[in-house]
């Protein structure tokens, strides 16, 4: 049972997502908690499945594949749902888009590599753009029902833009990595 500990916590982000889209339809500030506190759950659940299966020897190909899957799947319907509830909107969606974008290459890329047996490892920097990127749509997710000295939207509109940069350059070294390997 210990082995299948990690790859719960993973399949429970795929499980939130339904309730994160939930939420949006719950209108005032509560709809807005109810999902960052999904979100935030999902966080720590990322967290924890890597450590768990690290520390306890039990990494396993399901959740090699499943981890990454979940966290896209994540953060799609999280930018999604903030876009069409305009809680990301005007030059703010170009930063989303990317991220998109950059989700849907490096996975091809992935896929592509791993058929010719060619790892591509993730690099600090893209961590540091998932770092930017979850704090970013965890600050839009609360939005205007911040308090008041906080400006959760600011806040969240600058790290989506810092997460968007970080992107396209993340997304370049991947790029320019597999190219190496495309014939």
């Not at 989506?160 to 993340?170: C, E, F, N, P």
Request: proline fraction near 5%; hydrophobic fraction near 55%; glycine fraction near 8%.
């Amino acid at each position: 049972m210990k082995n299948q500990i990690p790859n719960l916590l993973t399949l429970s982000r795929i499980i939130v997502i339904p309730a994160l889209v939930a939420s949006f339809y719950i209108s005032g500030p509560v709809g807005n908690w109810i999902g960052f506190v999904l979100f935030a759950f999902a966080g720590v659940t990322d967290f924890f499945d890597g450590y768990l299966a690290r520390s306890m020897n039990v990494v396993s190909p399901l959740g090699r594949f499943l981890d990454p899957i979940a966290d896209k799947l994540l953060v799609a319907a999280a930018l999604m749902m903030m876009v069409a509830f305009e809680r990301i909107s005007g030059l703010a969606v170009l930063p989303a888009v990317i991220i998109m974008c950059r989700e849907i290459m490096v996975s091809g890329l992935r896929e592509h590599l791993a058929e010719l047996k060619v790892p591509l490892p993730v690099t600090v920097l893209a961590k540091w753009k998932t770092t930017a990127q979850i704090l970013a749509i965890g600050f839009l997710l609360v939005g205007d029902a911040s308090p008041d000295m906080i400006p959760s939207i600011l806040i969240g509109d600058i790290l989506l833009w810092i997460a968007g940069l970080v992107t396209v350059q993340t997304g370049y070294i991947y790029l320019r990595t597999g190219l190496k390997h495309l014939d």
